[in-house]
């Protein structure tokens, strides 16, 4: 084979050509970077745990601004104090992916976000600085609004559960940038109430609220419908209008939800994934680097490395390990039986059995008495949050296809391979 030499001119604009190519690379890495820190943090302050994200996050926001909104609706805010990505959920409905305490991981319950909500009302009339102790007060204040009696809700900080309760709350709150601690720690608020500086930083405080519209102007029945509201976009009045609101709601379900099941759409809904799937997917796929697995059932855009998603499987520990055990037995399970159910004694019977063939080298805390159930009920909390199982009204568990992934098949050369 003979090769064809390159002239003088081309030889010295060949480094030049490959410096740009570099760049280029080093460009699209450090942007799909940025994309995927704003999907697993939307809320991004310069100081604490997001503060190299932050810094790269700024330097590359004309892109990220235009990409999220072209592809997904969203609104990127940038400023020298917080950067927020305002997100438009694909639905309103889902209810289990709660707010989780950033310390014991623990969800947050009806109470918790009262608590929370009413936090931040207090603190958008608040001082600079606050303590504890008077944040606490000024909630209990607000909490003997007659709405909130209304709703059968009581609060009081008299006892360590109550201050823990309240404590939850500002702990996220922490985490976020809304207060930075200047003095103390809420664990001695805890047990000997003692007190804890803060700084409010308001330019975080004003971000918080990602709606659409005011919360106060929507005058919607049910608490669904008010959700709905808030969220509640313009109706296209063209067809190249509702493809875009189609693309958009297929975009941000690959994005912000773990899996797209197909019967999840309606059928124009359908059409329109059926004829644009091999153009959407690439593209989210190159900008993001998330794998898309494509599937009979759906689509998902998986995260390989991790550090895009806020709930992973699996996880280290007791917990971790029970909830893969449940997740290999639900998907082997699925293989044999598409339509299969397990009423939700027959996972608490599965729990007693890996209790008593891995309690060695669980914690110890599997053998107290009901720890099968609640290991149960942790699992199942989590496994629904990822899309792999629903349940059904009478209680029953029915895994989902995408559960499949995580079963086991046969071993070839002393490794476990997944189906």
Not at 30 to 37: H, T, V
Not at 49 to 70: D, I, M, T
Not at 331 to 352: Q, Y
Request: aromatic letters at 6%; proline letters at 5%; charged letters at 30%.
């Amino acid at each position: 084979m003979s090769l064809t030499p390159l002239s003088p001119r081309e030889v010295a604009r060949r480094p030049g050509a490959i410096l740009r190519e570099e760049v280029e690379d080093a460009t699209h890495a450090e942007r799909s970077r940025a994309l995927r820190a704003l999907l697993a943090r939307s809320l991004l302050t310069p100081d604490g745990r997001s503060k190299s994200a932050f810094a790269l996050v700024r330097r590359h926001a004309p892109y990220l601004r235009e990409w999220c909104a072209h592809y997904a609706g969203w609104t990127l805010i940038v400023t020298p104090e917080v950067i927020r990505l305002r997100k438009i959920p694909s639905v309103t409905r889902d209810a289990t992916r709660a707010a989780r305490d950033p310390v014991s991981g623990l969800p947050f319950d009806r109470r918790c976000y009262v608590l929370l909500c009413l936090s931040v009302a207090v603190l958008e009339r608040s001082d600079r600085q606050t303590t504890l102790g008077r944040l606490s007060e000024q909630v209990i204040a607000a909490a003997t609004d007659p709405a909130i009696a209304a709703a059968g809700l009581r609060f009081g900080f008299d006892t360590q559960d109550g201050r823990r309760e309240f404590v939850h709350a500002v702990r996220l709150l922490l985490d976020l940038g809304v207060i930075r601690r200047v003095q103390g720690d809420e664990e001695s608020y805890v047990r000997e109430r003692a007190d804890v500086l803060y700084n409010v930083v308001r330019p975080v405080l004003a971000q918080l609220l990602a709606a659409r519209r005011n919360p106060s102007l929507v005058s919607a029945g049910s608490f669904e419908e008010q959700l709905a509201a808030l969220v509640s976009e313009p109706r296209p009045e063209t067809a190249d209008a509702r493809n875009r609101q189609i693309r958009l709601r297929l975009t941000r379900c690959l994005l912000d939800d773990p899996v797209l099941y197909y019967d999840e759409l309606d059928a124009e809904e359908r059409a329109y994934c059926d004829r644009q799937r091999g153009h959407l997917v690439p593209e989210l796929a190159q900008a993001t680097r998330l794998q898309p697995e494509l599937r009979a059932e759906g689509i998902a855009l998986a995260d390989l490395d991790g550090d895009a998603t806020d709930l992973g499987l699996p996880e280290e520990g007791t917990e971790g390990h029970f909830t893969l055990l449940l997740t290999t037995h639900l998907a082997d399970r699925l293989r044999s039986d598409p339509n299969t159910t397990l009423s939700h004694e027959e996972i608490v019977r599965f729990a007693t059995l890996c209790i008593t063939q891995h309690k060695h080298h669980w914690r110890k805390d599997v053998t107290l008495p009901g720890a099968e159930r609640r290991y149960a009920a942790l699992a199942l909390e989590r496994l629904e949050s990822l899309g792999l199982i629903e349940r059904r009204h009478d209680g029953a568990v029915g895994p989902l296809p995408a559960i499949g992934r995580f079963a086991l098949g046969t071993p070839v050369s002393g490794e476990l391979h997944g189906s």
